[in-house]
C-alpha cells in the first residue's frame, strides 16, 4: 500500500463531520471514511512508520486502529471529555516501550480542518511515570541535560509544553540549576503546521522525518525515563 498523501477532500471531510457529528450522518458515509482517512492513514503509518525506525529502530508502527491509529469514534461516557461521539481530528501515533501508547515515549501527530500538529515526547505523566521522572531529575547532572535539550528545541523554532505545576516538588526547591524542571507534568515538544501539508505524501513523511529527527534526542531522553517507571 503506497502513500501518496491524503486527499484534498480529506479536510472537507473532517469539517463534514464536524457540522454532522452523529453516528447515523457518519454510517451513511462510512465509504468516505474509509477513502479519505483509514486507508491513507494505514498507508502512512506504514511509510512513516519504515522511515522512523531507520532513527530509531524499536518504534511501534502498528498500521491498525487501537495500535498506531486512534479510533474514530470517542468515548463519551467518560468524564469531561468532549461529547461529540465522531472525531473531527485524526491522531496517529508510533510509539517506543512496553508501556501504554500514551505513557511510553513518541513520535506523534494530529490533523484536523485548523492545523497539522506534529509532537515528541509524553504529553502527561501519570502517577508511576511522573514519580520516575521526578527521581531521574533529582540527579543534577541529567536534570541541567534535559533542561538544555528543551533548549535546544526552542533554538529550532519547536515549542514546548508549559509547566503545569506552581509549587515545587518535593526535594526541589528554586535554588537548584534548573530546578523548573520538576514543575512539569509532561515532557513534549512540538510545531503547528498547515493542515493542507498533509496532501503532499513525499513533501509530508520528508518533513515530518526532519522535524522528529531534530526532536529525536527529546524522544531517547523520554524513553531513558520512561525505562525508570517502577512495576506493581
Not at 49 to 68: C, F, R, T, Y
Not at 136 to 160: H, P
Not at 205 to 222: F, G, S, V, W
Request: proline share 5%; aromatic share 12%; hydrophobic share 40%.
Amino acid at each position: 500500500m503506497e502513500f501518496n498523501g491524503f486527499s484534498k477532500k480529506t479536510l472537507p471531510f473532517l469539517s463534514a463531520i464536524r457540522a454532522n457529528n452523529n453516528k447515523e450522518w457518519f454510517e451513511a458515509h462510512k465509504s468516505e471514511y474509509r477513502e479519505l482517512i483509514l486507508e491513507p492513514s494505514l498507508a502512512f503509518v506504514i511509510e512513516m512508520g519504515e522511515h522512523l525506525q531507520a532513527l530509531e529502530p524499536a518504534i511501534n508502527a502498528v498500521p491498525k486502529i487501537n495500535g498506531s491509529l486512534f479510533r474514530i469514534y470517542r468515548d463519551i461516557r467518560r468524564m469531561g471529555v468532549n461529547k461529540e461521539p465522531i472525531k473531527s481530528r485524526i491522531g496517529i501515533i508510533f510509539w517506543q516501550g512496553g508501556l501504554k501508547r500514551l505513557q511510553s515515549s513518541c513520535f506523534y501527530l494530529h490533523f484536523s480542518p485548523e492545523e497539522l500538529f506534529v509532537a515528541v515526547g509524553i504529553r502527561w505523566f501519570e502517577k508511576p511515570l511522573l514519580e520516575a521522572y521526578r527521581e531521574y531529575i533529582l540527579d543534577e547532572e541529567k536534570r541541567v541535560e534535559l533542561d538544555a535539550i528543551l533548549k535546544d528545541m526552542l533554538s529550532y523554532g519547536y515549542q514546548i509544553l508549559p509547566h503545569e505545576y506552581k509549587r515545587y516538588p518535593k526535594g526541589f526547591h528554586s535554588h537548584m540549576p534548573s530546578a523548573d524542571m520538576s514543575l512539569y507534568k509532561g515532557m513534549a515538544a512540538y510545531k503547528v503546521l498547515d493542515p493542507q501539508c498533509i496532501e503532499e505524501g513525499e513533501k509530508l513523511i520528508a518533513m515530518l522525518y526532519e522535524i522528529y529527527e531534530n526532536m529525536l534526542p527529546l524522544q531517547q531522553k523520554m524513553y531513558e525515563i520512561s525505562l525508570k517507571v517502577k512495576e506493581d
